[in-house]
């Protein structure tokens, strides 16, 4: 499922906001803080760039205000809370896994922190699609790393044999060579970390569906067990 993209900054945090909202009713500052926690230390939102974001949101309908007398105090506390057409907007947000794929890593973390929200089915579908994305990352980036340790070995070769050959290809020393295959290996392995934490998150949603209707029991069952090897 795709959905029309305002930006990915926008749509994260248009998602965080109503994630949290599902929760119940929030003013600006909690809401604030309990984004600055989950992406932060560094990644912080601002009140200058949250109030214009919940100033949209109540525009489109998908969250309402509610000015709060604060008993003696000048300023009103503004509460808000998200519509119908919110949690609509936050179950599209939920289940769209095509926009934003280059940051989707980031995004799934926040969805997963909003499962309480959906189905076991939906999020086990979730889960999959992830597996997948990650499987995806790593397959690349191996034959990424393979295909850079030929190339290099092919124009030590050219340079060696056929130096004219090998005009216009600049020639990559041992060190350099073990840097950069360093760094893709680390990431090799962020991204296998990220399956097994996916492939913990599935399990958890077998388990507790392992009690449930047939039709789970089929959904279970129907899935890559690639995933599991």
């Not at 305002?6 to 949290?20: H, K, P, T």
């Not at 509610?66 to 808000?80: A, S, W």
């Not at 449930?212 to 279970?220: M, R, T, W, Y």
């Amino acid at each position: 499922m795709e959905i029309p993209s305002r930006g990915w900054s926008f749509n994260m945090y248009e998602f965080i906001v109503l994630a949290q909202l599902m929760h119940g009713p929030a003013h600006g500052y909690l809401i604030a803080k309990i984004i600055n926690d989950m992406i932060g230390p560094y990644a912080r939102i601002s009140f200058g760039r949250l109030y214009p974001l919940l100033a949209k949101l109540e525009q489109g309908g998908l969250i309402e205000a509610v000015n709060v007398d604060k008993g003696g105090h000048d300023r009103n506390l503004r509460i808000y809370k998200v519509t119908d057409a919110g949690r609509v907007r936050f179950l599209l947000l939920m289940n769209d896994t095509s926009s934003n794929p280059g940051d989707y890593a980031k995004l799934f973390a926040h969805k997963v922190a909003a499962f309480a929200f959906i189905r076991p089915g939906e999020r086990l579908r979730l889960i999959d699609h992830y597996l997948a994305y990650c499987q995806a990352h790593v397959f690349h980036m191996q034959a990424e790393a393979e295909d850079l340790v030929r190339t290099v070995a092919l124009m030590d070769e050219w340079h060696r044999d056929s130096p004219d050959l090998a005009q216009g290809f600049p020639r990559m020393d041992n060190e350099t060579l073990e840097y950069i295959v360093s760094v893709m290996q680390h990431t090799i392995d962020q991204w296998e970390h990220e399956i097994e934490w996916a492939r913990s998150l599935r399990e958890k949603e077998v388990k507790s569906l392992e009690h449930g209707s047939g039709s789970a029991k089929e959904l279970i069952e129907g899935k890559v067990a690639g995933y599991q090897s």
